[in-house]
């Protein structure tokens, strides 16, 4: 398929595009109603106006409460002085304006290149990755974690470190995940960036112990350690290296251990490599996959944190294989084993994310050239590289208690191909989605439930 060359020709073809995208999402997939910003805001609110303990509040008919550290309550009170849908209108903006930032950096200094109608089939594309759907449809935090630490690597690629380790730090500090990152600042040997990310986690998290004593105990002495609180570790959203065991049956300790300390020698040596060749991008990629796939629960919306992959891939030439990886995210594939994933069949199919990241993680290019195109590079070329195809076809189906989603890329029409973004020319793939129904919330909480469960907080 042909790119349009006239301005009406473009503004035709995102308009049924975008149809296309809207009409999808409202009928086909099943969407989350923003249960986890409800989750948010139920706490936020209970704790602040009715005395409640942070860690007791249970979403009412659910046993899903508030799984993250103190300090992410903490960050997140102002909600409480809002009204429900001032609170979801307000993550709307903020996911929004976080997708904006990763999407810039990502993009590297040539954003500009792409224009309003390369903009627009980027928006096209991401609107059905699956990940990110979930991200805005629960109303969660990953994207607002993901802009703080590519913001550092940003600052750390640009000669502008003096601030770097913040983002990082207060990352680390409203959830455990982005504390990878600091190992990767040790890694190197950015000792003054490690220290001050290190030093941001520790003051907000003393912040909150000062704020909310006993949930700070609480959590630290032990809901921490209690996986069950976040959910079952053999749900098919986990995508991680603990799901894959669990849903084999294996729930010990000790396998999982090896194979997390197996896949972070991997990630030390080719963040290592990265790091030594300038690669600042796939440094950062590939330690948001190893965060991933060493996390004891990776629901799917959490594999946001494989888009910077995608540049990295489109980056490295690889558009094709970008496509291809971006199509299979978006099919919800795992789905289809949601009921029995036994069999070979189920092992390798309802594990197929994991497989991917792990894959990513052991195959992603790096070690570009210093004059090759970097998103993170500020003196990267500025001229537009020769067209590249990719054909990231999509489908939909649902996802960890919400909607899935399909994708199409923006190579459902195409554009120039450039740092960072997968636009390409001449694909030939459309849209397709399939859904099931959605499962119920499979997370669980501690026992002590706060009195306010039988009725939510006003909105």
């Not at 790119?3 to 296309?20: E, I, M, N, Q, S």
């Not at 209690?226 to 991680?240: A, E, K, M």
Request: charged share 10%.
């Amino acid at each position: 398929m042909r790119t349009p060359t006239t301005d009406r020709g473009r503004v035709l073809l995102v308009l049924a595009l975008a149809t296309t995208v809207t009409v999808f999402t409202a009928t086909v997939p099943l969407l989350r109603d923003w249960f986890d910003l409800r989750v948010y805001y139920g706490t936020v609110h209970t704790w602040l106006h009715h005395g409640g303990r942070i860690y007791d509040y249970h979403v009412p008919g659910t046993t899903y409460g508030f799984t993250y550290p103190p300090f992410a309550a903490v960050s997140m009170a102002p909600m409480g002085y809002l009204g429900l849908g001032g609170a979801i209108a307000a993550a709307l903006v903020l996911n929004l304006l976080a997708l904006a930032v990763v999407l810039r950096i990502l993009a590297g200094p040539g954003w500009r290149r792409y224009g309003w109608f390369g903009w627009a089939l980027v928006a096209c594309g991401l609107a059905l990755f699956e990940p990110l759907r979930d991200t805005f449809s629960f109303g969660q935090v990953n994207l607002l974690l993901l802009a703080l630490v590519l913001g550092d690597g940003w600052l750390l690629s640009t000669g502008r470190g003096r601030w770097a380790g913040v983002g990082i730090g207060l990352a680390a500090a409203i959830k455990l995940t982005p504390a990878l990152f600091i190992g990767l600042l040790l890694v190197a040997r950015r000792w003054k960036a490690a220290a001050v990310a290190t030093a941001v986690a520790l003051a907000a998290t003393g912040l909150a112990a000062l704020v909310v004593p006993s949930a700070s105990k609480f959590y630290w002495t032990q809901a921490m350690w209690d996986t069950t609180r976040v959910g079952r570790l053999d749900y098919v959203s986990n995508q991680s290296l603990q799901g894959v065991l669990a849903r084999l049956g294996e729930t010990g300790r000790p396998l999982w251990a090896a194979a997390v300390l197996l896949v972070l020698c991997v990630w030390a040596v080719r963040v290592r490599r990265a790091v030594v060749a300038g690669d600042w991008t796939a440094a950062f990629a590939l330690t948001g996959l190893t965060a991933c796939l060493i996390s004891p629960i990776t629901w799917v919306h959490h594999l946001v944190w494989l888009l910077p992959s995608f540049a990295v891939l489109v980056r490295a030439g690889h558009a094709r294989i970008a496509g291809a990886l971006y199509a299979v995210m978006c099919t919800s594939v795992v789905w289809l084993w949601f009921d029995d994933s036994s069999g070979i069949d189920g092992f390798l199919g309802s594990n197929t994310y994991t497989w991917v990241t792990l894959g990513l993680l052991l195959w992603l290019p790096t070690g570009q050239a210093p004059g090759s195109r970097r998103p993170f590079n500020r003196n990267a070329s500025t001229t537009a590289p020769a067209p590249s195809t990719a054909a990231p076809a999509t489908a939909a189906v649902s996802a960890h208690p919400g909607p899935s989603s399909s994708a199409a890329t923006a190579a459902a029409t195409g554009t120039a191909a450039g740092p960072g973004l997968g636009l390409v020319r001449n694909a030939s793939s459309e849209p397709t989605g399939s859904t099931r129904p959605a499962a119920a919330k499979p997370q669980s909480s501690s026992s002590r439930a706060s009195s306010y469960t039988v009725k939510p907080p006003p909105a």
